[in-house]
């Protein structure tokens, strides 16, 4: 079949693939990693921690998983799958997903945790929610996951690691010192707020009215957590490096994508992980040179941010954005209120939620509604310089039935004199490459060209030459536009409905 012969072309000489994301997350790459589950020995994740949700289709069947890799239903092919050292892990959730697991009959037998993956513990969780909850300004809208203060412990000095859970004295002398400073940072806020959270869900259990944390709660259950998973604690930075060095594949999971990374992405609005190829080796213990193929996924011809920052093709623009943050609106609720907006609805505020409800795009970690917008090449332009011109076209199929689709090809700058080093930005500038600087982007309305959408079902198509000629044409735009590499594009969530470009 000529898709076979096309992976075969595309991965031929390649021993480790990285597969990321050029735009925000939720961009389909459990679905590609699944697509390509049958090719590697081993398949590791690197970068952030449960705060990330991959989504597997399979027939009728869907998975989410957090933080272990989506490669995990290749398990019982004596695949190997890692949770590397650059992720931030949870131990409660890992627990979660492997009772999941147990109940699906799926096994897991070939999983492994890195022992220097960073350990997320009650009082990182705690000190997210509560800056969150806080105040309004500030807000970064996170999955409230513990990933910042986990990542900033770790740079700090001062966070502990998963193998700390297998030495109970070493664990509670860390333990001690880590607990001594939050409840100190904790201090400063508003008691009730800090209150609430505690007391929320699966926190309560730590929390102790005298002393905000109890010490020893928090030891009993981490002592738990890791009589449970020590068998699957390893050194998994050399056992990738000698994966590598014995020639055998391997495929490397990105999380969340290089708009959201702390290193590219629309800082302060990003997760505290490097989420580009490079923080991806980093993260499994590779360099980014052992990496032999890199593919940045890219939604289109729409795309999605959750939580704050900038997005400028924000359709419906300021409404959506605060529509979206408000936690009182979840799928459920937004069906019931607007049964009957579509893709192609006049207003611009129901046309998002028209898209939103056609692509399904609610958070698979928070069931939160994902802000829309139309593709960005100013922001596919900047992403690729960390990723590589190869690209992977995801959820194809969600606009099948769009009569007009819109590309932002240009921003044009519309606020007040910006110094940006020597350069000077002033009102009419035209921003071919999206700066992922806050207080510029904060001003950047999006130029857009418009196109015939090609309005047919897409999901039965086979090859390339099966699309619709005015979908070629508008993948033959981007291409040309942001000269971008379109290796793959996917036209439904199943993973035969993926066409490997010649
Ligand atoms: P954090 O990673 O929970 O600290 O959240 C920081 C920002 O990244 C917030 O805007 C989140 O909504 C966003 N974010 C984190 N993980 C994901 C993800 O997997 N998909 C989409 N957005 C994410
Ligand atoms: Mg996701």
């Known amino acids: 079949m000529n898709n076979e012969k096309n992976i075969e072309k595309l991965l031929n000489g390649v021993r480790t693939l990285a597969i990321v994301c050029n735009q925000f997350g939720d961009t389909g790459k459990g679905k590609l990693i699944d697509f390509f589950g049958e090719w590697p020995d081993g398949i590791a994740r690197g970068t952030g921690g449960a705060n990330a949700g991959h989504t597997i289709q399979r027939?009728?069947?869907?998975?989410?998983?957090?933080l272990v890799p989506s490669g995990i239903l290749y398990d019982n092919y004596g695949k190997i799958n890692i949770i590397g050292s650059g992720t931030a892990l949870d131990p409660r959730v890992v627990c979660e997903e492997l009772n999941a697991l147990e109940k699906e009959k799926l096994s897991y037998n070939n999983l492994y945790i890195a022992l220097n993956a960073r350990l997320v513990l009650p009082q990182h969780l705690v000190l997210d929610r509560v800056r969150e909850s806080a105040s309004k300004q500030g807000r970064i809208g996170t999955t409230g996951r513990g990933i910042g203060p986990v990542?900033?412990?770790?740079?700090?000095?001062?966070?502990?690691?998963?193998?700390?859970?297998?030495?109970?004295?070493?664990?509670v002398r860390k333990l001690r010192r880590n607990i001594k400073e939050k409840v100190m940072i904790l201090g400063q806020y508003d008691p009730s707020v800090v209150q609430a959270v505690m007391r929320h869900e699966h926190l309560g259990r730590f929390w102790s009215a005298?002393?905000?944390?109890?010490?020893?709660?928090?030891?009993?259950?981490?002592?738990?957590?890791?009589?449970r998973l020590a068998h699957m604690i390893e050194d998994t930075d050399s056992l990738l490096q000698e994966m590598r060095n014995r020639g055998r594949k391997i495929l490397l999971e990105g999380t969340q994508g290089n708009l959201l990374g702390i290193d590219t992405g629309t800082?302060?609005?990003?997760?505290?992980?490097?989420?580009?190829?490079?923080g991806l080796a980093q993260g499994v213990g590779l360099r980014e040179r052992d990496i032999d193929l890199s593919l940045g996924i890219v939604k289109a011809f729409y795309m999605t941010r959750v939580g704050e920052g900038p997005f400028p093709t924000e359709i419906g623009g300021e409404?959506?954005?605060?529509?979206?943050?408000?936690?009182?609106?979840?799928?459920?609720?937004?069906?019931?209120?607007?049964?009957?907006?579509?893709?192609?609805?006049?207003d611009p505020f129901h046309q998002g939620i028209g898209i939103r409800k056609a692509?399904?795009?609610?958070?698979?970690?928070?069931?939160?509604?994902?802000?829309?917008?139309?593709?960005?090449?100013?922001?596919?332009?900047?992403?690729?310089?960390?990723?590589?011109?190869?690209?992977?076209?995801?959820?194809?199929?969600?606009?099948?039935k769009c009569q007009e689709i819109k590309?932002?090809?240009?921003?044009?700058?519309?606020?007040?004199?910006?110094?940006?080093?020597?350069?000077?930005?002033?009102?009419?500038?035209?921003?071919?490459?999206?700066?992922?600087?806050?207080?510029l982007m904060a001003y950047c309305?999006?130029?857009?060209?418009?196109?015939?959408g090609w309005q047919q079902s897409i999901r039965h198509a086979k090859t390339y030459g099966e699309l619709p000629q005015k979908l070629r044409e508008l993948i033959g735009f981007v291409r040309y536009r942001a000269l971008v590499d379109i290796k793959i594009v996917s036209v439904g969530p199943d993973r035969e409905q993926t066409i490997v470009v010649d």
């Not at 700058?413 to 350069?423: H, S, V």
């Not at 309305?445 to 015939?452: D, G, K, M």
Request: proline residues 6%.
């Open 445 to 452: 309305h999006p130029l857009y060209e418009s196109f015939y």
């Open 319 to 346: 409404q959506s954005a605060e529509w979206c943050a408000d936690s009182t609106i979840n799928k459920k609720s937004e069906a019931e209120l607007y049964p009957l907006v579509d893709v192609n609805d006049p």
């Open 210 to 227: 005298g002393d905000l944390f109890d010490l020893d709660a928090i030891v009993e259950t981490y002592r738990g957590y890791g009589k």
């Open 59 to 66: 027939g009728e069947k869907k998975y989410v998983f957090h």
């Open 359 to 400: 692509g399904n795009e609610y958070g698979a970690t928070t069931g939160r509604p994902r802000r829309t917008g139309w593709l960005d090449l100013p922001f596919l332009r900047y992403s690729i310089r960390h990723t590589g011109p190869n690209v992977a076209l995801t959820k194809l199929d969600v606009l099948d």
């Open 407 to 439: 590309i932002c090809t240009e921003y044009v700058y519309r606020g007040p004199d910006y110094r940006w080093g020597k350069r000077v930005f002033r009102k009419g500038d035209i921003l071919p490459v999206a700066i992922p600087d806050c207080n």
């Open 267 to 278: 800082y302060p609005y990003v997760t505290s992980a490097d989420c580009s190829v490079r």
């Open 151 to 171: 990542y900033a412990d770790y740079y700090a000095r001062v966070g502990l690691f998963v193998n700390d859970m297998l030495n109970t004295d070493v664990f």
